[in-house]
């Protein structure tokens, strides 16, 4: 393919999408990401995109949110990496509430293993994850369906969510910067995933590394409200995101990343840093979370940062 052809491609892969991963694109038009790089390098220097932490976005600053359907071709691999390692989290007979997004929805395909849980969940597509999981109760939010990710928001969600207590909330979202935390490009979106957070006495957010360094317009939860970030590796030389989670760790919040290779996924180990504590807003008075990072992981970042 010709470097013309590639990059018209391209072009349109990002004004479908809004936010393509290199690696997808990659993957895309079959060649290596270190052409494709080149390509994205030229096409941000006629204006046409913007380079942003190991992907292309749509030029203009935000960006701007894409539907489902292109949403769940974009970054498959880490997505089922991210989940796996997530559901390790899951014990039996907790009860958690679970986010809408194309990563939470992979997870919801491996909680449906987990016996005794209580899933609590404005997603349609989460709930229908779960829908024939035998020993999994699934309690879904009231609210307006919102047809571009199948989640029910605004007043009526909120409301049901209200006097509710879980041990953890599993989110997702369109950007994740350690400044503003995570982000989304809907207000009721927002609004709605706000009223989970307040429910919960964890947050856990799943973020694929193409959401590292990314802002969006309306923010969800703010970085001291994070308990843990699970991600996936990010690829060679993408210096800003191993910055990023640098940012996030020195923080307090805690880094799990997953694998997208073979073999099953799991959170690295963690060890608690010592002094470090945070109160949830929502958790009561008195209440605090621990902060731990992974053992190894300044190493790790500035390793990341080397390559």
Same mark, same amino acid.
Request: no cysteine; aromatic share 2%; proline share 4%.
């Given at each position: 393919?010709?470097?013309?052809?590639?990059?018209?491609?391209?072009?349109?892969?990002?004004?479908?999408?809004?936010?393509?991963?290199?690696?997808?694109?990659?993957?895309?038009?079959?060649?290596?990401?270190?052409?494709? +790089?080149?390509?994205?390098?030229?096409?941000?220097?006629?204006?046409?995109?913007?380079?942003?932490?190991?992907?292309? !976005?749509?030029?203009?600053?935000? &960006?701007?949110?894409?539907?489902?359907?292109?949403?769940?071709?974009?970054?498959?691999?880490?997505?089922? =990496?991210?989940?796996?390692?997530?559901? =390790?989290?899951?014990?039996?007979?907790? =009860?958690?509430?679970?986010?809408?997004?194309?990563?939470?929805?992979?997870?919801?395909?491996?909680?449906?293993?987990?016996?005794?849980?209580?899933? !609590?969940?404005?997603?349609?597509?989460?709930?229908?994850?779960?829908?024939?999981?035998?020993?999994?109760?699934?309690?879904?939010?009231?609210?307006?369906?919102?047809?571009?990710?199948?989640?029910?928001?605004?007043?009526?969600?909120?409301?049901?969510?209200?006097?509710?207590?879980?041990? +953890?909330?599993?989110?997702?979202?369109?950007?994740?910067?350690?400044?503003?935390?995570?982000?989304?490009?809907?207000?009721?979106?927002?609004?709605?995933?706000?009223?989970?957070?307040?429910?919960?006495?964890?947050?856990?957010?799943?973020?694929?590394?193409?959401?590292?360094? &990314?802002?969006?317009?309306?923010?969800?939860?703010?970085?001291?409200?994070?308990?843990?970030?699970?991600?996936?590796?990010?690829?060679?030389?993408?210096?800003?995101?191993?910055?990023?989670?640098?940012?996030?760790?020195?923080?307090? !919040?805690?880094?799990?990343?997953?694998?997208?290779?073979?073999?099953?996924?799991?959170?690295?180990?963690?060890?608690?840093?010592?002094?470090?504590?945070?109160?949830?807003?929502?958790?009561?008075?008195?209440?605090?979370?621990?902060?731990? !990072?992974? =053992?190894?992981?300044?190493?790790?970042?500035?390793?990341?940062?080397?390559?």
């Amino acid at each position: 393919m010709f470097a013309a052809e590639r990059r018209q491609l391209i072009l349109e892969m990002v004004r479908a999408n809004g936010a393509v991963s290199l690696r997808e694109l990659a993957r895309v038009v079959q060649t290596s990401e270190v052409t494709v +790089r080149r390509d994205v390098r030229a096409l941000e220097a006629e204006g046409l995109l913007d380079r942003r932490h190991g992907g292309a !976005v749509l030029p203009g600053g935000f &960006t701007r949110e894409s539907g489902f359907p292109q949403k769940s071709h974009l970054a498959t691999a880490e997505k089922t =990496a991210i989940a796996d390692a997530a559901a =390790a989290l899951v014990e039996e007979g907790e =009860a958690i509430v679970v986010g809408a997004g194309t990563t939470t929805q992979e997870l919801a395909r491996r909680l449906a293993r987990v016996p005794g849980l209580t899933v !609590v969940t404005n997603s349609l597509l989460v709930a229908q994850a779960l829908a024939h999981a035998n020993r999994v109760e699934v309690v879904m939010t009231g609210g307006t369906l919102r047809g571009s990710n199948y989640a029910l928001v605004g007043s009526g969600a909120e409301q049901s969510l209200q006097g509710l207590r879980v041990s +953890r909330a599993f989110l997702s979202g369109s950007g994740l910067t350690a400044e503003r935390g995570l982000s989304t490009s809907n207000m009721l979106s927002a609004s709605v995933d706000r009223a989970l957070v307040q429910a919960a006495a964890e947050v856990v957010v799943l973020a694929d590394h193409t959401k590292l360094g &990314t802002d969006t317009m309306f923010q969800t939860v703010p970085t001291d409200v994070i308990t843990r970030l699970v991600t996936d590796e990010p690829p060679p030389h993408d210096d800003r995101a191993a910055t990023e989670l640098q940012a996030l760790a020195d923080q307090g !919040v805690q880094i799990a990343v997953a694998g997208a290779g073979g073999g099953a996924a799991r959170p690295r180990h963690e060890v608690p840093l010592p002094g470090q504590r945070r109160t949830h807003p929502g958790a009561g008075a008195g209440a605090a979370l621990r902060t731990a !990072v992974l =053992a190894e992981q300044p190493a790790r970042v500035a390793d990341l940062r080397r390559r």
